[in-house]
């Protein structure tokens, strides 16, 4: 069965620093794979997603995912967090007719 | 171009009551889909509708039924609500098994 799992469940980081938040998937053939992002009172916002083809993701708001298939991961950067980045983030796996989602990593962003 | 629509935005129920929530889908989107977010946890697909039929179910009981309309739009009933049910329901749009659209949510709490 499909599932993921995102380790950490709060990360905090300062204005101006890298990010990555990790995402580990279950999955038996060739994942679709996703990052949303959730501000308080939002719905989720698709940052990326992965079909096939370059393993290196790039999405919105400077975001990048590298999809890892030897580490089933799919992790996701951004070299120079902002203060507007403090939400929540979900990493998904499947396919629109039954997508699964991690429990999500909150981030916040330290001035 | 409005976004997908959720209604109502926050609802108060008390157990083993009935309640109903609303979606209108993004301009041009024929397929909707509805999430349950417990607190602190990623969405959970509980079904999705296309063409007016329910295409696909996630591990949800019977109590959870849902209707699309021709216009698209959805309706997600849940019956005997228990006090599990508080939730955010998301509803999400897509065109075909294309890129899901969000929206806001509403907030369930069952008392």
């Known amino acids: 069965a499909q599932s993921v799992t995102q380790p950490d469940i709060h990360i905090t980081v300062s204005e101006g620093a890298s990010l990555e938040l990790r995402c580990n998937y279950s999955?038996?053939?060739?994942?679709?794979l996703f990052w949303y992002v959730q501000s308080p009172g939002q719905g989720l916002q698709l940052l990326l997603k992965?079909?096939?083809?370059?393993?290196l993701v790039q999405g919105i708001k400077g975001f990048e995912a590298e999809f890892k298939r030897s580490q089933s991961s799919f992790n996701l950067r951004k070299p120079s967090v902002h203060w507007s980045d403090a939400a929540e983030y979900f990493c998904?796996?499947?396919?629109?007719?039954?997508?699964?989602f991690g429990a999500g990593t909150r981030l916040t962003v330290k001035p | 171009d409005a976004g997908v629509t959720q209604s109502p935005t926050h609802l108060i129920k008390t157990r083993g009551q009935q309640v109903t929530l609303r979606c209108s889908p993004k301009?041009?989107?024929?397929?909707v889909s509805w999430y349950q977010q417990a607190l602190g946890q990623g969405p959970q697909f509980i079904f999705q509708?296309?063409?007016?039929?329910?295409?696909q179910r996630g591990n949800f009981p019977d109590r959870f039924s849902g209707h699309q309309f021709p216009n698209y739009s959805s309706e997600l009933n849940v019956n005997a609500l228990l006090l599990g049910d508080s939730a955010l329901y998301l509803c999400?749009?897509?065109?075909?098994?294309?890129?899901?659209?969000f929206g806001p949510g509403t907030r369930l709490t069952v008392l």
């Open positions: 999400a749009s897509s065109l075909g098994s294309g890129e899901q659209f």
């Open positions: 998904a796996v499947g396919e629109n007719n039954d997508m699964r």
């Open positions: 999955y038996g053939a060739t994942p679709y």
């Open positions: 509708y296309y063409e007016e039929e329910e295409r």
């Open positions: 992965y079909f096939s083809g370059d393993t």
């Open positions: 301009s041009g989107h024929d397929t």
